[in-house]
């Protein structure tokens, strides 16, 4: 995981065209009747323009939902609207209220489009802005997904961000034995299901 700030280090390298930072978490519909868990990825605030995906409803999260500590407002997966909300297309503008707080729902994503990080598949999708530091415990850190420039090879990149990661990793927890591995993003998802996909196709 990385910090705000070995984030913007990471933005800052030759090879990179840009960063998404996210992190999951378990949350808890608290409005109307008996309490609904779901599953949200906080998003930084350059979603719109990392994710290219337009949608359906409304806007994405954008950088000025940064402003003021970060706006409460949430954008909704297309089958989590379809099931919480019956696909009500004038849901722009209302309020959602998860973990005791309302959010404004500000968009819905398209069917095509389902934010996964492994853990599952984002319900919502609220500002990075928004996650709140432990009292006395570490700051928000995220997972980065990095978009290489083009032409850029990931043994380029991985050569060019290891020391820059290792740098901040220092200064944060001492730790030296450490090291950069950059995989496709497809990688995970297909270490998790090659056995699936062996057995069905068997």
């Known amino acids: 995981t990385q910090s705000k700030a070995q984030m913007d280090d990471l933005r800052r390298a030759a090879p990179v065209e840009s960063v998404l930072g996210f992190s999951g978490s378990h949350m808890e519909i608290t409005s109307g009747g008996l309490p609904e868990d779901i599953y949200g990825a906080y998003l930084t605030e350059n979603a719109e323009t990392f994710l290219n995906v337009h949608p359906l409803l409304g806007r994405n999260i954008e950088p000025s939902d940064a ?78 997904w990095i978009k290489l420039r083009p032409h850029v090879t990931v043994q380029a990149a991985n050569a060019a961000l290891e020391p820059i990661v290792l740098e901040g990793k220092k200064q944060h927890s001492g730790a030296s034995a450490w090291h950069l591995a950059l995989q496709p993003i497809i990688e995970p998802y297909r270490q998790d299901l090659g056995r699936t996909f062996t057995l069905l196709l068997a």
């Open 67 to 144: 402003e003021n500590g970060g706006n409460p407002v949430v954008v909704l997966n297309y089958r989590f609207w379809q099931r919480h909300f019956g696909a009500d297309p004038h849901i722009i503008g209302r309020t959602l209220e998860i973990d005791r707080v309302p959010y404004t729902i500000i968009g819905v994503m398209p069917r095509s489009f389902a934010f996964n990080d492994i853990n599952g598949v984002g319900d919502v999708y609220l500002p990075a802005s928004l996650i709140r530091s432990i009292a006395n415990g570490p700051a928000p850190s995220y997972l980065p």
